[in-house]
């Protein structure tokens, strides 16, 4: 039992190491449906200048989580069969780089998808970007 707890834990301070050397935004949150459900099977594209990025799963609960560099723009998409996708512009610029050294995290926020039998393009439907008064990232909906 001893050695499952210490591997457990060394486990948990390598990945927080981990994260924080990798100086990067972690950005997290929660993809329902219009009444607050679960969304099962839902994907988020990250999609930068020079093409697409990477793809991520949100787990059976709708929770996802991935990391994005600093000092980019991109657009992250939000998918889920049957659903009507949304977008999300990303704005990772203008984060100090003495700031950078650790990291950010960003996470809770959450992205209500619609039921749609035959959906269309996502739409760009708000923006994360970083406030420098406040030194923190913050989030406007368009």
Not at 68 to 86: E, G, L, T, Y
Not at 87 to 101: F, G, K
Not at 117 to 135: C, H, M, N, T
Request: proline letters at 4%; hydrophobic letters at 40%.
């Amino acid at each position: 039992m001893k050695w499952i707890v210490a591997i457990a834990f060394s486990l948990l301070v390598g990945t927080g190491f981990a994260q924080s050397k990798d100086n990067n935004l972690l950005l997290g949150g929660t993809i329902q449906d219009a009444e607050g459900g679960q969304v099962k099977h839902a994907s988020i594209r990250v999609t930068s200048a020079a093409g697409d990025f990477y793809t991520v799963m949100a787990n059976n609960n709708g929770s996802f989580e991935f990391t994005v560099p600093f000092d980019m723009v991109c657009d992250v998409s939000f998918f889920a069969k049957k659903h009507q996708p949304k977008s999300i512009v990303l704005d990772t610029r203008n984060v100090p780089t003495d700031e950078q050294e650790w990291g950010y995290e960003f996470s809770g926020f959450i992205v209500d998808l619609v039921e749609e039998k035959q959906p269309k393009l996502p739409e760009v439907v708000g923006r994360i970007f970083y406030d420098a008064p406040s030194q923190n990232f913050m989030t406007e909906k368009l």
